[in-house]
C-alpha cells in the first residue's frame, strides 16, 4: 500500500475562498434560523385569518405574499454567501 505524503509545511493546500471565521458561521444560523422561525410564523398567520376572515379580507393573502417574500429573500442570501464563500458545499465550514 503505497503511502501518500501529507501536506507540505507552509504551504497552503486549500482550494476556493478561505473558511468563514467563527463569528460569521454564527451569524449565518442565527440569520437562517430568524428567517426559517418568520416564514412559518407567517404561514401560521395565513392560516389563521384563512378560518378567521372566512374570504371578506385579504389579510391572509398579505400574509402569504410575506411568507413568499421571504423565502426568496433567504434563497438569495444563501446564494450570495454561497458566492461569498461563507457557506460551503457542505454546509458551514
Avoid: Q
Wanted: with cysteine.
Amino acid at each position: 500500500m503505497p503511502h501518500s505524503p501529507g501536506p507540505l509545511k507552509g504551504v497552503d493546500c486549500s482550494c476556493g475562498p478561505p473558511a468563514a471565521s467563527r463569528r460569521t458561521r454564527a451569524v449565518i444560523r442565527i440569520i437562517v434560523i430568524l428567517a426559517l422561525v418568520l416564514i412559518v410564523a407567517s404561514l401560521g398567520s395565513a392560516l389563521y385569518y384563512l378560518y378567521h376572515d372566512r374570504g371578506k379580507g385579504t389579510r391572509m393573502v398579505r400574509a402569504l405574499a410575506i411568507r413568499v417574500a421571504l423565502s426568496a429573500c433567504l434563497l438569495v442570501f444563501l446564494v450570495i454567501s454561497y458566492k461569498m464563500g461563507w457557506i460551503g458545499e457542505h454546509g458551514l465550514r
